[in-house]
């Protein structure tokens, strides 16, 4: 097989091109053959190559998820480009941004996002092109097959979230996607041709792409896009598609576990998270909804899909499991030593699975690539048998008066109360304690900021304790789904956000 990812979609079209491979729920359930989906892509590459573009030019794609997206992903790395997928709700300056920090040469975008498009390129005072992926297949001269590309030659570029400081732009290889999404269909998550995948997530985001377009095309599967979030709609959807594979995030979970006016699907084998921790309760209530076993994997977009904690493996509550074939991991302390088992320290990664670096930022690189090892700045451990738990982001590690709280068991604690429909939990600024920790809940029902001190106290340490609470309507969160923490303590900082603060607690007589 090829290095180039493209061979994903070409040996299908070639094989079995009758097959489906992909239904667009939001048009009357079309479907679209691997052969028309072929089709398309190499008349993308074409287009492409007619206009002097190739092997070593980077073309962005800002489209929703569907058609549009998957002629222009897989025509762009046919034609031996690299791929840099947009955010489709993203504003003009996100994409000036972009097109002008990657040097891009094209951007595929779609009708709904055309003017943005062209205000992005107008702001970026580049020279990029921007076409319509309908104009594209419509205009090119003829048909161009998936081109023989280096290993090592970049496949995609996708900018991290930006959570922790200034957003970089990481490159991944053709190898190594190739690789990984092999590893992953074959050995951890064992989807066949047989098998019907939601698609729910954005196919701009690391997680989203691997798992509802390159998984499902590697293995021959089929995918049942959506353009919007309903659980109402994606549970029906189970059901008339005969889902198999559901991949989503804890957002969604929630929403699941709490739908109750569709049926229960009866053909789904099991369900992944990832993106954020997913709360044991949440986990359980979400299975007994959907009749299946729901499973917890870790990644980052800088080395996505580490672990998964995937049947038949047994399920560990809050571990995200074992590595993924052609993965290492091991947990450090902060001279990059080898910790022992059971003892938190720092998540290192290497493997199949880990970028080539960040576009043009080789110190950044160097810095976060030390000894080999991809530093991911999260705190976790493994137990005897290799299974990794992730106990927070070391960046979100809250150390009031000296002591370290993880803010992911605090949370664990107050998303068990009956009136609590999320919460986040953050450090703020102290002047005495260096920082105060702070809970942000949105409530279900009307519960007040004592009753949740009492509750917390029956279960944490006082030291973990939350000293204030302030109540929002919902939490902000990033395009993965992610909480954006750093947002919430600015908001704390500012006063933007206010937050109750509790007297000092008396113990009852």
Known sequence: MSANVGSFLHRW?????GRAGIIDSGHDDLVFSYGELGRQASRVAACLLDRGLGPGDRVAICT???LDFIAAWFGTVYAGCATLPIPAMSTAHEVAFRLQHAGCKALLTDADRSAVAHEGKARAGTSSEVLLVGDAIASATGEAPPCDTPPDSPAMLLYTSGTTGAAKCVCIAHESLGAHTQALVEQTLQLTEDDRVLG???????????????????????TVFVPRFSPSRTLELC?????????????????WANEDSQPKPGSLRWCMSAGAP?????????????????????????????????????AVPGSSGKPVAGVD???????????????HGEVLVRGQNVMAGYLDEKLATAHVMRGGW???????????????TIADRSKDLILRGGASVYPSEVENVLAHHHAVKDVAVVGKPDDYYGE??????????DVTARQLDDWAREQLASYKVPRRYAFVETLPRGASGKTLKRRLRDQLVSGELGAERLPPHRPAQ
């Not at 729910?200 to 089929?222: D, E, K, N, Q, W």
């Not at 990644?299 to 672990?307: D, M, P, S, V």
């Not at 991809?374 to 990794?388: A, K, N, Q, S, Y």
């Open 374 to 388: 991809l530093h991911t700045g999260d705190i976790g451990f493994v137990d005897d048998e290799g299974r990794l």
């Open 239 to 255: 059901t008339t598609h005969r889902i198999t594979w559901l991949p989503g995030v804890p957002t969604m979970f929630v929403a």
């Open 64 to 66: 929703a998820n569907g």
């Open 329 to 343: 991991l091991k947990i450090a302390d902060d001279f990059g030593e080898e910790l022992p088992q059971g003892v």
């Open 436 to 445: 105060e920790i702070v809970a942000v809940v949105v409530r279900d029902l």
């Open 278 to 314: 997913l709360v044991e309760d949440v986990r359980l209530r979400a299975e007994a909804r959907l009749g299946a076993p729901v499973r917890q994997a870790y990644g980052l977009t800088e080395a996505n899909l580490t672990a998964v904690n995937a049947p038949p493996d047994r």
């Open 13 to 17: 079209a070639q094989q079995d091109p």
């Open 200 to 222: 729910t997530l954005p196919l701009t985001h690391s997680y989203g792409i691997r798992t509802t377009l390159l998984v499902p095309f590697y293995a021959g599967a089929s």
